[in-house]
């Protein structure tokens, strides 16, 4: 045993052989096999301690014996290291004193917060520091629970559910409509729940403007009305006074034969005049008759 440095106080830094340093016949410290082989992994990679086994000479033998680091020197032993640094106290201990300080050493720890254990934790970006530091098990649940409001935040939101059952052309439609709005758009959409009463408002007025039965029917129709207004951009500044078409014809439902009529009349009509809306076409086509007559 070579002496590194005297630290005062009969305490001194010596370099020392694992064989030479004695255990005790009894240590209350227990370490898993699994933890144990670890340890010995970490001590290999290293190529030596990177904590002080704490070693005296206690009264009336001249052997080392270790108070605090018994499977730090095994771990020693097991990875072939010919010496290593021990913390050596020479003052002379007493059995007694020994045994107090190995119980002492033992037990006046401290104990480790699982959320500070979770955040250092996060920062090990390496599969081989992972290992070294040999995570508890009700480590990882922690860091799970801190991670869990991050990537899936859990909101307590109010649900209403809507179920609508479409025929295959009406459902066309509103797939049109879907992949007619800007953005990522599924079939299937949440909204705020506070909603849901205008929305069931709204299917009931249209359902009795166009008179039909069915809110599925009502609800194809608004797709159909919605997808017609994504497509030709004749979305409607509403400023100043404005009037449902139904008021002014008497409603919207029109023979087949008719609305083709009206459709290629409006048309050609906004083509000519060069009109960027319908109804101006239709006040054109009106006026011009008015004036006719």
């Not at 005296?56 to 730090?72: D, Q």
């Not at 020479?90 to 037990?107: C, D, F, I, P």
């Not at 990537?151 to 797939?175: E, G, S, Y």
């Not at 359902?207 to 129709?221: K, Y």
Request: aromatic share 4%; proline share 4%; hydrophobic share 45%.
């Amino acid at each position: 045993m070579d002496k590194i440095v005297d630290l005062g106080n009969s305490m001194s830094l010596c370099w020392a052989s694992p064989n030479e340093l004695r255990e005790q016949d009894v240590n209350p410290q227990i370490m898993e096999p699994t933890m144990f082989r670890q340890l010995v992994s970490n001590v290999q990679r290293r190529g030596m301690l990177e904590s002080v086994p704490y070693c005296a000479i206690p009264e009336g033998n001249h052997r080392p014996e270790i108070v605090s680091g018994h499977k730090r020197v095994r771990a020693a032993r097991e990875s072939g290291l010919e010496r290593i640094i021990i913390l050596l106290d020479e003052s002379g201990l007493s059995r007694s004193a020994v045994a107090a300080k190995v119980l002492a050493h033992n037990n006046i720890v401290g104990f480790s917060d699982l959320q500070v254990m979770a955040q250092l934790s996060l920062e090990i970006a390496n599969i081989d520091d992972k290992a070294e530091a040999f995570l508890p098990e009700e480590l990882e649940a922690e860091i799970e629970r801190q991670l869990d409001p991050l990537l899936a935040p859990k909101l307590n939101l109010q649900w209403k559910i809507v179920t609508l059952m479409f025929l295959p052309d009406h459902l066309d439609t509103l797939r049109e409509l879907i992949e007619a709005i800007p953005g990522r758009q599924d079939l299937v959409a949440v909204g705020e729940a506070n909603l849901f009463d205008q929305f069931v408002k709204a299917v009931e007025g249209f359902s009795r403007f166009h008179d039909v039965r069915s809110a599925n029917m009502a609800i194809a129709l608004m797709a159909k009305v919605a997808l017609d207004v994504a497509q030709t951009g004749e979305v409607q500044e509403m400023e100043g006074d404005w009037v449902s078409l139904a008021e002014v014809i008497g409603g919207l439902r029109l023979p087949k034969a008719a609305g083709e009529v009206i459709k290629e009349a409006v048309k050609a009509v906004k083509k000519d005049q060069e009109l960027k809306h319908s109804w101006q076409a239709l006040e054109l086509i009106a006026a011009d008759y008015l004036g006719g007559n």
